[in-house]
């Protein structure tokens, strides 16, 4: 047959057409779900999606599940957004929020210990629950979705994490770009304001790779400089070893060299 349809009003369709229709979005047409010789593809729609995605707050709003602090009101709210559960379940905050405020209150009332703020996966009780606690033990599960951390009355640290896709979709990749200004290399300190060399803001939380002087560098999902991984390349002749973190939309690169007095050229960079 040289043509088909699949999906049109009115028409049945079953797992097999559903398969079909879901392998399209891998870059080799092969089907995402695992299954054996006479089993359903999609045994499980949980299973379907935490084969495609990463467990975390969704992608493409970048407040998604934020918490915060109305201080006019002086009430304590999870933003709208969605969640993706590690086994694939997915929690949605609707656009009036979730408030947490009795919650955070009845802690603060016996202790000023820091609030761990999650989503938490609660099997045997088959629901998506928001753990309000002191310990951080129940954040650290695989079970749990971080969401924040409360310190004092108002200061309110973000821990969500992004869900990432786990296949190359057919839809083009989001890319933007940065620049690298020519610079000389100081002797070597071990210090972050010597090695930062550039700093990128707007840039979208989910970038994974800078491509900067032909080298493709992973992005590093930290803030704190003494975590960083870096990576050796050679520029001009010399061995520069490079890092690149990123925290929410701000990105920065840091660069060293054993090499004292070289002049570094200026290089456009790839994020994606």
């Not at 994974?208 to 990576?231: A, H, M, R, W």
Request: hydrophobic share 35%; with cysteine.
């Amino acid at each position: 047959m040289g043509i088909s349809y699949s999906f049109m009003d009115n028409c049945t369709y079953g797992a097999d057409d559903i398969n079909s229709a879901f392998s399209k979005l891998t870059t080799q047409g092969v089907s995402m779900f695992l299954y054996s010789e006479g089993d359903n593809p999609l045994i499980s729609l949980n299973d379907a999606v935490s084969s495609i995605a990463s467990h975390g707050v969704e992608y493409y709003n970048f407040d998604a599940c934020k918490v915060t602090y109305d201080a006019e009101n002086k009430k304590y709210y999870i933003m709208q957004g969605n969640a993706f559960m590690h086994d694939g379940t997915i929690v949605s905050i609707d656009n009036e929020g979730y408030d947490i405020t009795d919650e955070v209150n009845g802690i603060r009332a016996t202790s000023d210990n820091d609030i761990y703020v999650c989503f938490y996966r609660d099997v045997a009780n088959n629901c998506i629950s928001v753990s309000v606690s002191q310990s951080d033990e129940i954040i650290n599960k695989d079970e749990s979705v971080p969401l924040s951390i409360i310190q004092g009355t108002q200061n309110i640290g973000d821990l969500r994490e992004f869900a990432t896709t786990k296949l190359a979709a057919c839809s083009g990749n989001i890319i933007c770009g940065g620049r690298i200004e020519s610079f000389r290399i100081l002797p070597y300190e071990d210090t972050d304001a010597e090695m930062l060399r550039a700093t990128f803001t707007g840039i979208f939380p989910g970038a994974q790779y800078v491509v900067c002087y032909s080298n493709v560098i992973p992005v590093q999902k930290t803030g704190n400089y003494d975590e960083l991984d870096f990576t050796s390349i050679e520029i001009s002749g010399h061995c520069v070893n490079i890092a690149i973190s990123q925290v929410g939309t701000e990105m920065k690169v840091w660069m060293y060299c054993f090499v004292t007095n070289h002049l570094l050229p200026a290089t456009d960079c790839i994020i994606f």
